[in-house]
């Protein structure tokens, strides 16, 4: 099975600082997605930004970018500006663009605190 | 986006009792919804898939006969916690899947706190 692996438990940021986010994860696939959901103390899981990982250009969306490095089989996230709001647990996931089921494999999370 | 729902969004229940809780597709169909559970402060750990119109598929050390899902219709996926007792306590998740043409994106919903007393 797909290992995603988060090495950060908890990170901080200053308000309007940039802070990254680590992810790595181990395949055999050729084909996949990664994602970057956001889960704030309401529990609903949002998603923040997704990978293909055929694409070679890095997805951005507003302030959130990543670093896909599919040799390395690292997946970073990157906030810039950070405000209040971004403040949750971050979790990053795999899924199979093949398999059956194209279940996700989650992380276990970091855990964002923004710092006023 | 696309929405789905979630019902109820928290229940608390007798040790013996049964829960069941509902995850819709609001405007689309999801031919496949997959159901997560949460403890605190952890990651969230798939339980079963399950398909439209078939038998659900559940994942290794997770007990089917406890844990009972139907998934009726295109926009209907329930999950039925039988005789529950306190260690069932926790959040669960239902993701529901939207394919367009060659895009597949899974959305969550907001997911159900169980609380067995």
């Known amino acids: 099975a797909q290992t995603v692996t988060q090495s950060q438990p908890e990170m901080s940021v200053q308000e309007a600082e940039t802070v990254t986010l680590s992810c790595t994860y181990d395949t055999s696939e050729s084909d996949y997605y990664l994602f970057w959901y956001k889960q704030p103390p309401s529990r609903q899981m949002i998603l923040v930004i997704r990978?293909?990982?055929?694409?070679?250009q890095n997805a951005t969306e507003n302030r959130f970018s990543v670093n896909f490095q599919k040799a390395a089989k690292s997946f970073s996230l990157k906030i810039s500006d950070s405000q209040l709001g971004d403040a949750a647990m971050y979790f990053c996931a795999y899924r199979s663009a093949t398999s059956p089921g194209n279940q996700f494999y989650f992380g276990t999370g970091t855990s964002l605190t923004v710092i006023p | 986006g696309a929405v789905v729902s979630q019902h109820p969004s928290w229940v608390i229940c007798k040790s013996g009792t049964s829960v069941k809780i509902e995850c819709r597709s609001l405007d689309f169909q999801a031919t496949t919804m997959f159901w997560y559970r949460q403890f605190p402060k952890q990651s969230l750990m798939l339980m079963a898939t399950s398909n439209e119109g078939s038998k659900a598929t559940y994942e290794q050390g997770v007990e089917k006969d406890k844990f009972l899902i139907n998934h009726a219709s295109l926009t209907l996926s329930t999950l039925t916690v039988t005789s529950a007792h306190p260690e069932d306590s926790s959040f669960y998740i239902c993701s529901a899947r939207e394919v367009k043409s060659i895009q597949e994106t899974q959305y969550f919903g907001p997911g159900t706190r169980l609380l067995v007393l």
């Open positions: 990978q293909e990982a055929y694409k070679q």
